[in-house]
């Protein structure tokens, strides 16, 4: 990195596009139990909504299998209900004290369209990565402006900047490939 030219807040916005749209995968259901699959979902519960893990406790007893036990037994029914409104694929099961979520096979429709789902966050992120590129791109022509940087300064900035967009943008589509991967896997 040029001494002039700083460029560690940029990286911070841009690892945080990542982060995103990797938590933004992780929210995506494949063949196996993974309780992220749940942290979208809100509960209508005690006058507001919630997240459901603030009402209730996520497990994995079995690799096809999410168990929602509920700290308040009377919240049960909104958990149930706020599962089956998330359009996640998966159908409740209540047994009065948990609710148990079967995972099922992936038909090969629904493969594909989480495929896209993940595409779609997949080019937010980059996205994401572009405009933080964009914004410090501005400040730096402001700072050549202002007479506070050289001409030769701002480019080798402007070419340290792309590098680093590059770099993130190919973290996005390794996450998105692995990802893709995983929701092919049979």
Not at 31 to 37: D, E, F, T, V
Not at 79 to 104: F, H, S, V, Y
Not at 111 to 125: H, T
């Amino acid at each position: 990195m040029s001494d002039i030219v700083d460029l560690t807040a940029a990286e911070r916005r841009m690892q945080g596009a990542l982060d995103s749209v990797r938590r933004e995968f992780s929210t995506v259901r494949t063949g196996r139990a993974n309780p992220a699959i749940l942290d979208r979902v809100e509960v209508e519960a005690y006058g507001s909504k919630m997240p459901l893990r603030s009402v209730a406790n996520v497990g994995v007893p079995e690799p096809r299998l999410l168990t929602v036990t509920p700290f308040d037994p009377g919240t049960l029914k909104a958990i149930e209900r706020a599962i089956d409104n998330a359009d996640i694929g998966l159908n409740p099961q209540n047994d009065g004290k948990i609710i148990r979520l079967p995972i099922p096979e992936l038909t090969e429709d629904r493969r594909k369209q989480f495929i896209r789902m993940v595409r779609g966050y997949a080019e937010e992120g980059r996205v994401s990565v572009r405009n933080v590129r964009r914004d410090e791109m501005r400040d730096l022509q402001e700072l050549k402006k202002m007479g506070e940087i050289s001409e030769d300064d701002e480019r080798r900035a402007e070419a340290e900047l792309q590098q680093l967009t590059n770099q993130y943008v190919k973290r996005i589509d390794s996450a998105l490939a692995d990802k893709e991967a995983e929701l092919l896997e049979v």
